[in-house]
């Protein structure tokens, strides 16, 4: 445990348990020596009394301070009351004389218990500080120029929107916004857990908690600081662990009334166990026994921080878990509901396949189809522009036409031009041909004859293939597909992607009628997740078991909407995300099992007419089995 790894309360706590530790071993080796059995008779036993009760006191003041506080305000059953009345009966069992001397053990378990309870400490302040440095994206300031075209350190949260500011090479970006001028390179993995750059220049969004790697870059905001990816992000991360997990609310209402029911037991042990036999020492040092190794630390501990862990590990891939309930909802989750565009597929049209007649050149035919369409914003027209790689020279371009629904006509080099879907080729009597390929077609004539068409699409992300392969590895049972798309374009993509049902044509309510149906034909233990992009999806997002929003960067509606955020554009973050969600599970479980499973061997072997379990047995069935929990459930914050 490194020295400048601990808080400054942690340390204090460390001095304090050394020097104890300290005195404790010196009366230890003078009592293996036989010093205290050279004093005259019975005063030995009080002397040991007298000095043992220094190291005691001065490990477990604050145990004792914590135990009364809690007998005072009337909730007195925590593991602080279990440890002050065990610790208090073994020096008490000086006064029967034909028990052996305990004073050692009572000092040993207040000792061996506060050194548990500082290695708790340690280890989720370990986590916290791991999350927290996987998460550090909060920005210490905006540069921003002044009169003087000087540059000035503000606080982020003074920069208004519409201002510009500046980036330089190894600063974060602060606040969300777009590049005006220069170029750079942004590194997002704090965010996205993705270790290529993302290049950014004039008109490229910048999103804030990224590293400006290369150049310096000029942003104008465009959101405040309170509303910037990076404040939502790290509200999002300090709130988790108020949205707890099934299990962990069991463990904590199972420590509410465990406790006492312990300390009930306990005293029934003491008081009953004369009446069959024992003698009142051995019946009250068999309680004391159960009540040390019954003290509930190792599973109030290692399962928050095994969730905690979980938590941490999903960050560190820039998968945002909004708590633990929906990490274990996610292990759960036996159906999986895409919606296609921008989730399965990139969302944006690009030319898939140009397919010319045997006059024409390929190259040529897009050449005129894009001059054609020069002056369309439309997402098709703009994804023809885009595929031709030659200049588009307006100086050739004549009477422009758009004709609603059907295209465009223009005069391109003192050709007539038509570029258009079938409706605008019967318009022009011009005989066209159809496209196995799915996708929108757009015909394409020349002086009346016909010269070919071009495939638009919305591709598949190049990983949308290997999701569904993962999450059926992950063990989900059921992949279904939902889109407002056409029926054939459904078909080709669930059919290529491997997928078992998929709805085509659907609006919005459509999705959450066909969310409802689902949900009613999954099992009563299984649950149900749906992915989307978190914006138009926002209502299916809440409807699920677990919402899960895609490719959330600067997006406040997904990040606001889901359970469960992905900060890039993969879908294989999820079946990452579900494996990670089951180590964490498995984790809990092992410490739950293994936690009670120990305490309860040595309780029934502290019974009196059993006998066999030591005080030093009870301090490893508490502090042992509680570190060894808490070494558990830190391998939750690793991922491979």
Same mark, same amino acid.
């Not at 708790?120 to 210490?140: F, G, L, W």
């Not at 099934?246 to 406790?259: D, K, L, M, P, V």
């Not at 990452?576 to 305490?599: D, E, L, P, Y």
């Given at each position: 445990?490194?020295?400048?790894?601990?808080?400054?309360?942690?340390?204090?706590?460390?001095?304090?348990?050394?020097?104890?530790?300290?005195?404790?071993?010196?009366?230890?080796?003078?009592?293996?020596?036989?010093?205290?059995?050279?004093?005259?008779?019975?005063?030995?036993?009080?002397?040991?009394?007298?000095?043992?009760?220094?190291?005691?006191?001065?490990?477990?003041?604050?145990?004792?301070?914590?135990?009364?506080?809690?007998?005072?305000?009337?909730?007195?059953?925590?593991?602080?009351?279990?440890?002050?009345?065990?610790?208090?009966?073994?020096?008490?069992?000086?006064?029967?004389?034909?028990?052996?001397?305990?004073?050692?053990?009572?000092?040993?378990?207040?000792?061996?218990?506060?050194?548990?309870?500082?290695?708790?400490?340690?280890?989720?302040?370990?986590?916290?500080?791991?999350?927290?440095?996987?998460?550090?994206?909060?920005?210490?300031?905006?540069?921003?120029?002044?009169?003087?075209?000087?540059?000035?350190?503000?606080?982020?949260?003074?920069?208004?929107?519409?201002?510009?500011?500046?980036?330089?090479?190894?600063?974060?970006?602060?606040?969300?916004?777009?590049?005006?001028?220069?170029?750079?390179?942004?590194?997002?993995?704090?965010?996205?857990?993705?270790?290529?750059?993302?290049?950014?220049?004039?008109?490229?969004?910048?999103?804030?908690?990224?590293?400006?790697?290369?150049?310096?870059?000029?942003?104008?905001?465009?959101?405040?600081?309170?509303?910037?990816?990076?404040?939502?992000?790290?509200?999002?991360?300090?709130?988790?662990?108020?949205?707890?997990?099934?299990?962990?609310?069991?463990?904590?209402?199972?420590?509410?009334?465990?406790?006492?029911?312990?300390?009930?037991?306990?005293?029934?042990?003491?008081?009953?166990?004369?009446?069959?036999?024992?003698?009142?020492?051995?019946?009250?040092?068999?309680?004391?026994?159960?009540?040390?190794?019954?003290?509930?630390?190792?599973?109030?501990?290692?399962?928050?921080?095994?969730?905690?862990?979980?938590?941490?590990?999903?960050?560190?891939?820039?998968?945002?878990?909004?708590?633990?309930?929906?990490?274990?909802?996610?292990?759960?989750?036996?159906?999986?509901?895409?919606?296609?565009?921008?989730?399965?597929?990139?969302?944006?049209?690009?030319?898939?396949?140009?397919?010319?007649?045997?006059?024409?050149?390929?190259?040529?035919?897009?050449?005129?189809?894009?001059?054609?369409?020069?002056?369309?914003?439309?997402?098709?027209?703009?994804?023809?522009?885009?595929?031709?790689?030659?200049?588009?020279?307006?100086?050739?371009?004549?009477?422009?036409?758009?004709?609603?629904?059907?295209?465009?006509?223009?005069?391109?080099?003192?050709?007539?031009?038509?570029?258009?879907?079938?409706?605008?080729?019967?318009?022009?009597?011009?005989?066209?041909?159809?496209?196995?390929?799915?996708?929108?077609?757009?015909?394409?004539?020349?002086?009346?004859?016909?010269?070919?068409?071009?495939?638009?699409?919305?591709?598949?992300?190049?990983? *949308?293939?290997?999701?569904? /392969?993962?999450?059926?590895?992950? =063990? &989900?049972?059921? #992949?279904?597909? %939902?889109?407002?798309? !056409?029926?054939?374009?459904?078909?080709?993509?669930?059919?290529?992607?491997?997928?078992?049902?998929?709805?085509?044509?659907?609006?919005?309510?459509?999705?959450?009628?066909?969310?409802?149906?689902?949900?009613?034909?999954?099992?009563?233990?299984?649950?149900?997740?749906?992915?989307?992009?978190?914006?138009?999806?926002?209502?299916?997002?809440?409807?699920?078991?677990?919402?899960?929003?895609?490719?959330?960067?600067?997006?406040?509606?997904?990040?606001?909407?889901?359970?469960?955020?992905?900060?890039?554009?993969?879908?294989?973050?999820?079946?990452?995300?579900?494996?990670?969600?089951?180590?964490?599970?498995?984790?809990?479980?092992?410490?739950?099992?293994?936690?009670?499973?120990?305490?309860?061997?040595?309780?029934?072997?502290?019974?009196?007419?059993?006998?066999? *379990?030591?005080?030093?047995? /009870?301090?490893?069935?508490?502090? =042992? &089995?509680?570190? #060894?929990?808490? %070494?558990?459930?830190? !391998?939750?914050?690793?991922?491979?």
């Amino acid at each position: 445990m490194k020295k400048n790894a601990l808080t400054k309360k942690q340390r204090k706590t460390l001095k304090r348990i050394l020097i104890a530790l300290t005195i404790f071993i010196v009366l230890q080796v003078v009592s293996a020596v036989g010093a205290f059995d050279a004093l005259p008779a019975g005063a030995g036993l009080w002397v040991q009394f007298a000095l043992f009760l220094v190291p005691y006191l001065l490990a477990g003041y604050d145990v004792l301070a914590k135990a009364w506080h809690g007998i005072v305000h009337r909730q007195p059953f925590d593991e602080n009351l279990l440890m002050a009345i065990a610790t208090l009966g073994a020096f008490a069992l000086v006064f029967f004389p034909e028990a052996e001397p305990h004073m050692a053990e009572g000092a040993a378990v207040m000792l061996f218990y506060q050194v548990g309870e500082l290695f708790e400490s340690y280890a989720t302040n370990k986590t916290r500080k791991s999350i927290a440095a996987m998460m550090d994206i909060a920005p210490d300031y905006a540069n921003i120029e002044d009169g003087e075209g000087n540059l000035v350190q503000v606080d982020p949260a003074t920069v208004a929107v519409g201002d510009v500011i500046v980036v330089k090479p190894g600063e974060r970006v602060p606040l969300d916004g777009e590049v005006v001028e220069g170029k750079s390179q942004l590194d997002t993995s704090a965010l996205t857990g993705e270790s290529v750059p993302s290049v950014v220049e004039p008109g490229v969004a910048a999103i804030s908690g990224c590293i400006n790697m290369t150049g310096v870059i000029r942003i104008k905001v465009k959101a405040p600081f309170a509303e910037s990816t990076v404040s939502r992000i790290l509200e999002l991360v300090e709130n988790a662990s108020e949205k707890k997990a099934r299990t962990e609310r069991f463990i904590t209402r199972f420590a509410r009334y465990y406790t006492p029911i312990v300390v009930g037991l306990a005293v029934l042990i003491a008081v009953v166990s004369p009446f069959f036999g024992e003698t009142l020492t051995a019946s009250v040092q068999s309680a004391l026994i159960f009540l040390v190794v019954s003290c509930p630390c190792a599973l109030v501990i290692s399962v928050p921080l095994s969730f905690f862990g979980g938590i941490g590990a999903a960050s560190r891939i820039g998968v945002l878990v909004k708590g633990s309930s929906y990490m274990e909802t996610l292990a759960h989750t036996e159906t999986v509901v895409f919606d296609k565009t921008g989730t399965l597929t990139s969302g944006t049209f690009n030319v898939v396949a140009v397919h010319n007649e045997d006059h024409i050149d390929p190259d040529l035919l897009l050449s005129y189809a894009a001059h054609a369409e020069a002056y369309s914003d439309h997402p098709i027209a703009v994804s023809v522009k885009e595929s031709y790689e030659g200049v588009i020279d307006q100086s050739q371009i004549d009477h422009v036409e758009e004709r609603s629904g059907r295209g465009v006509a223009a005069e391109v080099r003192a050709h007539k031009v038509l570029v258009g879907n079938d409706k605008l080729m019967r318009e022009a009597h011009v005989d066209f041909k159809d496209c196995e390929l799915v996708g929108t077609i757009l015909h394409v004539a020349v002086d009346g004859e016909y010269a070919g068409h071009i495939v638009i699409a919305d591709v598949l992300k190049p990983d *949308a293939k290997d999701t569904v /392969a993962a999450l059926r590895a992950a =063990g &989900v049972k059921r #992949i279904v597909m %939902l889109t407002g798309d !056409r029926e054939e374009v459904a078909a080709a993509v669930a059919g290529e992607l491997g997928i078992d049902e998929y709805r085509s044509q659907l609006l919005p309510a459509d999705k959450v009628a066909e969310v409802e149906r689902l949900l009613g034909e999954t099992s009563e233990a299984g649950k149900l997740a749906f992915v989307g992009d978190g914006i138009n999806d926002a209502p299916v997002l809440m409807r699920a078991d677990i919402g899960i929003a895609m490719g959330a960067m600067g997006s406040d509606a997904a990040i606001e909407a889901a359970d469960v955020v992905l900060m890039d554009d993969k879908p294989s973050k999820i079946a990452t995300a579900m494996k990670i969600s089951h180590k964490t599970m498995g984790i809990v479980w092992q410490n739950i099992v293994f936690a009670i499973g120990v305490k309860i061997a040595i309780m029934i072997l502290a019974l009196p007419f059993i006998g066999i *379990a030591t005080m030093w047995l /009870a301090v490893f069935g508490d502090v =042992g &089995v509680a570190i #060894i929990a808490i %070494l558990n459930a830190m !391998r939750a914050l690793r991922v491979k």
